[in-house]
């Protein structure tokens, strides 16, 4: 069965992860321990947390999904400001790639996260801040010792 990008442009935080591998179909594949709940495939990613639900997810161009929030996949940068005129630039490894990093809290429990590269978004992020995610064992161990 292959991805339903239906199903799968309405995944946000608080869903099930059953719901994910339905709309994954034969794409799915459970996350490694040292993955501590991290997933991506093509341009969708996630973070399942340590109860099974999804606590992050993240859009990337060329993803074809309807708004989120009133954000949508191509939207002019200054549209944006127009729409979360508090949006607040965050500090990211991707500003080196010429990429602008924004987020605003939409409640106390989702924020929205938004790329943007040259003047249109290009990624579109949903994220609970009060999730819990697991971690994997022995994180700070030698990697070289297979832990």
Same mark, same amino acid.
């Given at each position: 069965m292959p991805i339903d990008n239906a199903r799968l442009a309405a995944m946000q935080p608080g869903v099930s992860v059953e719901e994910l591998k339905a709309a994954?179909?034969? *794409?799915?594949? !459970?996350? *490694?321990?040292?993955? !501590?709940?991290?997933?991506?495939i093509e341009e969708f990613g996630t973070r399942i947390t340590a109860d099974g639900s999804l606590g992050e997810v993240h859009f990337r161009a060329p993803f074809e999904?309807?708004?989120?929030?009133?954000?949508?996949?191509?939207m002019p940068a200054e549209e944006l400001h127009r729409?979360?005129?508090?949006?607040?630039?965050? *500090?990211? !490894?991707? !500003?080196?790639?010429g990429w602008t990093m924004l987020k605003t809290n939409l409640s106390d429990t989702l924020t929205l996260g938004v790329g943007i590269r040259e003047d249109v978004v290009r990624i579109i992020s949903l994220t609970d801040p009060t999730a819990v995610y697991p971690e994997r064992p022995y994180k700070y161990a030698d990697p070289s010792r297979g832990l």
């Open positions: 994954l179909g034969t *794409s799915w594949k !459970e996350p *490694s321990l040292q993955a !501590e709940g991290h997933l991506h999904l309807p708004p989120i929030h009133g954000v949508g996949m191509g729409l979360y005129p508090g949006v607040e630039r965050i *500090s990211d !490894e991707r !500003e080196k790639y």
